[in-house]
């Protein structure tokens, strides 16, 4: 019986050193109010296609306007090549002098665009060449679209003008914006009447909720016969690049 009884007790203290148990702190029954605060180190990197226009020299003392374009899902991987299939990325190809900085990343496979890795692509570029600060315009298509309208109205204060094309976003995200800092941002949304894939009432009450805050400069073209693809010929039009020129950020 001696030993049975040892044999008990040794098993339950390695139940409690196993388990890890610590004298309880004391608690209140109830609902309490309590703080969490965690520090965790965070890596965040992006393959992207970088596009210096022609004229460009390191020794110059001529900032350049920048746009960062967001692909779509379809192009997301671990080639950053493939971004250049469409959009802004896929008009430098084709273009003699385009007069911008075009920072074109890739959204690796199976994630959406993330404003920190965004940010902090941004950051880096415009630290690392010389970019006009107050001419930086973000655009977008299809999911990147939806990244714009996240993170252009998340971080108004960053770009002079946005262009999304065939996306969609939360009507919250402009609403807990800096006001005074969001009514000077210039929106131009883009979709196809007949899209399939996303809807364009997703673009109108996205611009519907910017005019109701006082945006002062929000445009739409919607394109009665376009489906989902209405970025090859948005992205083609001159009067886009135009129109961004045209814009520039009020620090």
């Known amino acids: 019986m001696k030993l049975s009884h040892l044999s008990v007790l040794l098993a339950l203290l390695g139940l409690c050193a196993c388990s890890g148990l610590k004298p309880s702190a004391p608690v209140a029954i109830g609902q309490t109010a ?5 520090t965790r180190k965070q890596v965040l990197a992006l393959d992207y296609l970088l596009y210096l ?13 920048m746009i960062l374009f967001l692909h779509g899902i ?15 990325s896929k008009e430098v190809g084709r273009q003699t002098n385009f007069p911008f900085i075009v ?8 994630q959406a665009w993330h404003g920190d890795q965004l940010l902090a692509l ?8 010389a970019v006009d600060t107050n001419r930086v315009y973000l655009t977008g298509l299809s999911m990147g679209g939806f990244g714009t309208w996240d993170l252009g109205l998340s971080h108004p204060e960053r770009f002079a003008a946005l262009a999304p094309v065939c996306g969609g ?9 800096d006001r005074n800092v969001l009514t000077n941002l210039a929106v131009w949304a883009f979709h196809g009447a007949k899209d399939p894939t996303v809807a364009p009432d997703e673009s109108e009450r996205m611009v519907k909720w910017l005019e109701k805050l006082g945006v002062r400069e929000v445009k739409f073209t ?3 016969e376009d489906q989902h693809d209405c970025w090859t ?5 001159p009067e886009l690049y135009q129109w961004f020129l045209k814009h520039s950020r009020k620090p």
């Open 233 to 237: 010929q948005t992205y083609a039009n």
């Open 222 to 224: 919607e394109y009665p």
């Open 34 to 38: 309590q703080h969490f605060s965690v």
């Open 103 to 110: 920072v074109s990343p890739q959204c690796p496979k199976g």
């Open 169 to 177: 976003g939360n009507t919250l995200t402009p609403r807990m914006a």
């Open 53 to 65: 226009p022609p004229g460009y020299t390191a020794q110059s003392t001529n900032q350049w306007p």
């Open 74 to 88: 379809g192009e997301r991987g671990t080639n950053a090549w493939m971004v250049a299939r469409h959009g802004v």
């Open 122 to 129: 941004l950051d880096t570029v415009e630290s690392h060449y």
